[in-house]
């Protein structure tokens, strides 16, 4: 069974970097099968993408936060991570990650992580 | 404003059923596959219907989805009370380069 945790930071301070790190078990980051996604919730609207890393290294992003968001892999430690610059309230939400694929659709997740973005 | 267009909310009464809308355009829905998820705040998204009308397993066959040119269904028909949620379809945009979801139709069960 696939399994992913989100883990970082509950609170990032306005105009500082938030760093999410997404844990992945029961499955190779390096399959070509699948993509790694991040998705957010704001509270009280409805679901984000924010963007994805395939095994190569190759990366989407939402053209919305494209020019602060980074996405990595690390294959040794079966994670991928999640770096989003000069964040601001609006930032607010809950974060996931998911195994995703063009076919399967974003299939597996892991719970969330509330990150707020407060000084 | 959503690249999908969901309604905001629907609702049913238990043994009922209930269709969800999910309108786009020729880069997303009209070239790509719609996905439906569906989603209680604060627990995780679970995927209902992946290219546009398949179930994986585990998804009770009462959830049945449909594609038609650059529009969307979600059907869910002998409603329960624990259907009440939220329901997101989504689709890769061409155009934009990006997943987008739909703004999400909230489901009451009367």
């Known amino acids: 069974q696939v399994q992913l945790q989100e883990s970082g930071p509950g609170l990032v301070k306005p105009s500082q970097t938030l760093s999410l790190t997404c844990t992945v078990s029961?499955?190779?980051?390096?399959?070509?099968?699948?993509?790694w996604t991040w998705i957010r919730h704001h509270p009280g609207k409805g679901l984000e993408w924010v963007g994805y890393?395939?095994?190569?290294?190759?990366?989407y992003y939402n053209p919305s936060i494209k020019s602060r968001v980074t996405i990595s892999l690390d294959t040794s430690k079966t994670q991928f991570s999640l770096k989003m610059t000069s964040v601001t309230a609006a930032d607010t939400a809950v974060y996931y990650c998911?195994?995703?694929?063009?076919?399967?659709?974003?299939?597996?997740w892991g719970q969330g992580t509330l990150v707020t973005v407060s000084s | 404003q959503s690249v999908l267009t969901q309604p905001p909310s629907a609702s049913g009464t238990p043994g009922q059923r209930v269709t969800i809308s999910c309108s786009g355009g020729?880069?997303?829905?009209?070239?790509?596959?719609v996905f439906w998820y569906h989603h209680v705040p604060g627990a995780a998204p679970k995927l209902l219907i992946y290219?546009?009308?398949r179930r994986p397993s585990g998804v009770p066959d009462r959830f049945s989805g449909s594609k038609s040119g650059t529009s969307a269904s979600l059907a869910i028909s002998g409603l329960r009370s624990e259907d009440e949620a939220d329901y997101y379809c989504a689709s890769w945009d061409d155009s934009l380069g990006g997943w987008f979801f739909g703004g999400g139709t909230k489901l009451t069960v009367l």
């Open positions: 029961g499955d190779s980051i390096s399959s070509p099968d699948y993509f």
């Open positions: 890393i395939y095994y190569s290294g190759t990366t």
């Open positions: 020729t880069s997303n829905i009209g070239s790509n596959y």
């Open positions: 290219k546009n009308n």
């Open positions: 998911a195994r995703g694929g063009y076919d399967s659709g974003c299939d597996f």
